[in-house]
């Protein structure tokens, strides 16, 4: 079967105003900023404010990332918006496509939590070679400090709001190179925002098992997407894992032997947005000029599910 190729282009971001740092936590719950950067290496984190909502963010962040490619709205056929916190639960991508004024775009929610943008990201490529789509735009969004007990310390430190952007397109040559997924539903209970009889929440973590988990799988799918897509670690130039813990991260670096110039860390300023936190990242180096045109990306999401997905691209 002959499929179409692929690229990844465009980025965009959108944070709320408001800055919480560890600081402000302290004199709410039983911490301090040592504590947490020491365990989590975050310093402040963004939260949701008055007057701003988790579409507003997302359109704003899908917004930027047509702009960078020159696309407009109307040339969007698909918006996935990867959210586990929507406006509405019947879903915020119609009201992102509203936003936008994308009318010709299909729009709809994809939840899986901290691997959400992952999945959208296969899911566009998947659309874009089987030549259904030209352009999907992929927005990760999430803000879950609306979810979280503020009053619960081992939970409230962590997360943060944000949205993230990318637009993935129909191309003669094909940059997407390969990919690979999972869950593990048995254990989904180590990491839970569920439904309690009368409402949602709050958000609830078994901290020690997610962190075993995570420094387990990760490097498990990375090498197996690396294999799909018949490359090695010397060829990866960056390396985009979700933003949960500082500590996740240099564990999965130490595994795999990644050099630490080449792995990107910003939750010490937004703490881990979920969705949002892949897309983030990659539009920080991008819009810093350190992400280039070729240059070979490979991201991984994990999370509640539980629930993990990497994929290896070039970028541009
Ligand atoms: N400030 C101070 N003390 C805290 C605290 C906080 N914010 N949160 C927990 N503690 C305390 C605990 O109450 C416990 O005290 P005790 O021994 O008196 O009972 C002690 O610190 C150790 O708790 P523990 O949960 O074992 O800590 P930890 O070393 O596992 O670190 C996490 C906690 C959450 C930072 C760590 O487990 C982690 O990063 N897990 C992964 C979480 C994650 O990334 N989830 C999202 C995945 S998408």
């Known amino acids: 079967?002959?499929?179409?190729?692929?690229?990844?282009?465009?980025?965009?971001?959108?944070?709320?105003?408001?800055?919480?740092?560890n600081e402000e936590l302290?004199?709410?719950?039983?911490?301090?900023?040592?504590?947490?950067?020491?365990?989590?290496?975050?310093?402040?984190?963004?939260?949701?404010?008055?007057?701003?909502?988790?579409?507003?963010?997302?359109?704003?962040?899908?917004?930027?990332?047509?702009?960078?490619?020159?696309?407009?709205?109307?040339?969007?056929?698909?918006?996935?918006?990867?959210?586990?916190?929507?406006?509405?639960?019947?879903?915020?991508?119609?009201?992102?496509?509203?936003?936008?004024g994308a009318t010709r775009a299909l729009a709809f929610d994809l939840t899986a939590a901290c691997s959400g943008f992952a999945f959208a990201l296969v899911t566009a490529a998947q659309f874009v070679q089987a030549g259904t789509y030209q352009n999907v735009l992929v927005i990760g969004a999430d803000?879950?400090?609306?979810?979280?007990?503020?009053?619960?310390?081992?939970?409230?430190?962590?997360?943060?709001?944000?949205?993230?952007?990318?637009?993935?397109?129909?191309?003669?040559?094909?940059?997407?190179?390969?990919?690979?997924?999972?869950?593990n539903g048995q254990d989904g209970h180590l990491l839970e925002l569920a439904y309690r009889g009368e409402h949602y929440g709050p958000v609830d973590m078994?901290?020690?098992?997610v962190y075993r988990f995570?420094?387990?799988?990760?490097?498990?799918?990375?090498?197996?997407?690396?294999?799909?897509?018949?490359?090695?670690?010397?060829?990866?130039?960056?390396?985009?894992?979700?933003?949960?813990?500082?500590?996740?991260?240099?564990?999965?670096?130490q595994r795999l032997g990644i050099p630490p110039a080449q792995t990107v860390s910003h939750m010490g300023d937004y703490g881990n947005t979920s969705a949002a936190s892949i897309p983030l990242a990659l539009a920080e180096i991008a819009s810093q000029g350190q992400l280039q045109s070729g240059q070979t990306v490979a991201i991984a999401g994990f999370g509640a599910g539980l629930s993990w997905g990497a994929a290896i691209f070039r970028w541009g």
């Open 214 to 253: 995570a420094v387990t799988t990760v490097p498990e799918v990375l090498a197996k997407a690396l294999h799909r897509a018949g490359l090695t670690i010397p060829d990866v130039d960056w390396w985009i894992l979700h933003q949960a813990n500082q500590r996740i991260l240099d564990a999965v670096a």
């Open 206 to 209: 078994n901290g020690r098992e």
């Open 143 to 183: 803000v879950l400090t609306r979810w979280v007990d503020w009053g619960d310390r081992r939970t409230c430190i962590l997360f943060g709001d944000g949205a993230g952007a990318v637009v993935v397109s129909a191309s003669p040559v094909n940059h997407w190179l390969g990919w690979d997924g999972g869950t």
């Open 1 to 21: 079967m002959t499929t179409t190729g692929v690229r990844i282009w465009g980025y965009g971001a959108a944070v709320p105003a408001r800055r919480v740092t």
């Open 26 to 100: 302290s004199r709410r719950v039983e911490t301090t900023d040592e504590w947490i950067q020491e365990r989590t290496g975050i310093r402040e984190r963004r939260v949701l404010g008055q007057g701003e909502s988790l579409a507003l963010l997302a359109a704003q962040a899908g917004e930027q990332a047509l702009a960078h490619t020159g696309l407009t709205p109307n040339d969007v056929d698909l918006i996935l918006l990867a959210t586990s916190t929507p406006d509405d639960l019947f879903g915020s991508a119609p009201q992102v496509q509203a936003l936008l």
